[in-house]
């Protein structure tokens, strides 16, 4: 098996955990502001099957499965994903919510990769996909500031 790669990154985001909650789990608007994960259909709750679509800066859309590992609301969601098969190239992708103040989030986002093409892929993966975070934490962090300043 070939070693993980991981990618981490984090943004801070002045509003409520909840309602950084709501925006993260509101899959549905993703289309709209989202430049990263263009499409997550499904359910965030343990064990719930995902249809992502996600886009790299610099690269074509690429339909994943996923299924959904850990939700603690206001805390953590994450779900491990695959493309073509789990053996081939998989990931475990992570929002990690550090709660810093009533209206202050840090945001841990992250994940790791594995699998036989791992080696193979990791040079093209690797800056378009920590791109791709950063680009999903100053989108998130634009709506959730915008939309919760109360």
């Not at 499409?39 to 959904?68: D, F, Q, T």
């Not at 929002?95 to 009533?102: K, R, S």
């Not at 996909?129 to 634009?142: D, F, I, P, S, V």
């Amino acid at each position: 098996m070939s070693p993980n790669r991981t990618i981490e990154t984090e943004i801070e985001i002045q509003a409520s955990s909840m309602a950084l909650w709501n925006e993260l789990i509101g899959f549905s608007s993703y289309p709209q502001w989202n430049p990263f994960l263009r499409s997550v259909r499904g359910e965030a709750r343990p064990g719930a099957r995902l249809a992502l679509r996600v886009r790299a800066p610099h690269s074509p859309p690429v339909a994943m499965n996923a299924e959904v590992l850990a939700v603690e609301p206001n805390r953590e969601l994450s779900w491990t994903c695959h493309w073509l098969s789990p053996r081939l190239l998989a990931g475990e992708h992570r929002f990690l919510f550090e709660i810093q103040g009533p209206k202050k989030v840090l945001l841990h986002h992250g994940e790791t990769f594995h699998g036989l093409l791992l080696p193979f892929l990791w040079p093209l993966m690797e800056q378009r996909t920590r791109q791709g975070l950063e680009a999903m934490n100053a989108a998130l962090k634009e709506r959730a500031e915008a939309r919760h300043q109360d």
